[in-house]
């Protein structure tokens, strides 16, 4: 089975500009999760997705969002970008469960995209 | 809002000897996740623990999930160059998991093995 994929593996862009990373999940997944990862916050948790729905948010502006499509494959945009949103931003699947009690699932990592922002 | 401190923050070994990394919560574990992360890459998945007193082995390393300490250790024996890299422990707040994959990390660990 294919991991979880991740594009692009790098990016540079300016202070001003917006950008969009994309997911696939493994096969059969239906849940993503972002994250973001710096030198000084460490992982932080931006939102998750599941069957095309936001389940879940982090305390991250607004400027960041994330939709999910039919196929379980998400993008997470960023407008604005500033200078500290410089980080590698992974994302994740799991199976997912519909409602009830969700046991806990563990989260397969992709190798992240690279975003400078100069 | 739960936080994880991992220590030691970093760990330099010679090739051969054991060691451990420990992880404490601030809240409740309902579900402790260990990582190993390469510099600028995904996180790959070691162990996942749930219930207290649990134990886990894969190859080398082993877990183990204190839940009235709420408290995680990560125990590599007889340390090899491929252990090297960052250990991450995670964990989710909510009881039944239902924090939709929002996982809570450590800051890290960073192993150094030398040969």
């Known amino acids: 089975k294919a991991g979880v994929t991740q594009t692009p593996r790098y990016l540079i862009k300016t202070r001003g500009q917006q950008v969009t990373l994309s997911c696939s999940p493994i096969?059969?997944?239906?849940?993503v999760s972002w994250y973001q990862q710096t030198p000084g916050q460490g992982l932080q948790f931006l939102f998750e997705?599941?069957?095309?729905?936001?389940?879940n948010k982090g305390n991250f502006p607004g400027r960041f969002s994330g939709r999910q499509f039919s196929n379980s494959r998400s993008e997470m945009n960023v407008s604005t970008l500033e200078l500290g949103d410089s980080a590698l931003y992974l994302c994740?699947?799991?199976?997912?469960?519909?409602?009830?009690?969700?046991?806990?699932?563990?989260?397969?990592f992709g190798s992240g995209t690279q975003l400078s922002v100069l | 809002s739960q936080e994880l401190e991992q220590s030691p923050q970093s760990l330099i070994v010679q090739e051969g000897k054991n060691l451990t990394i420990n992880c404490t919560s601030s809240k409740t574990l309902y579900g402790l996740y260990w990582y190993k992360q390469k510099y600028g890459e995904g996180l790959i998945f070691l162990m996942m623990?749930?219930?207290?007193?649990e134990e886990k082995s894969h190859e080398k390393i082993t877990a183990k999930l204190d839940e009235k300490k709420q408290q995680s250790s990560l125990h590599i024996t007889a340390s090899q160059p491929s252990h090297a890299g960052i250990y991450l422990c995670?964990?989710?707040?909510?009881?039944?998991?239902?924090?939709?994959?929002?996982?809570?990390f450590g800051q890290g660990t960073i192993l150094t093995v030398h040969p």
């Open positions: 995670g964990a989710d707040g909510a009881p039944g998991g239902t924090s939709y994959g929002k996982l809570t």
């Open positions: 994740a699947s799991s199976p997912g469960r519909t409602g009830g009690s969700v046991s806990n699932e563990k989260l397969f």
């Open positions: 997705y599941f069957s095309e729905t936001q389940r």
């Open positions: 623990l749930q219930k207290g007193g």
């Open positions: 096969s059969g997944h239906r849940s």
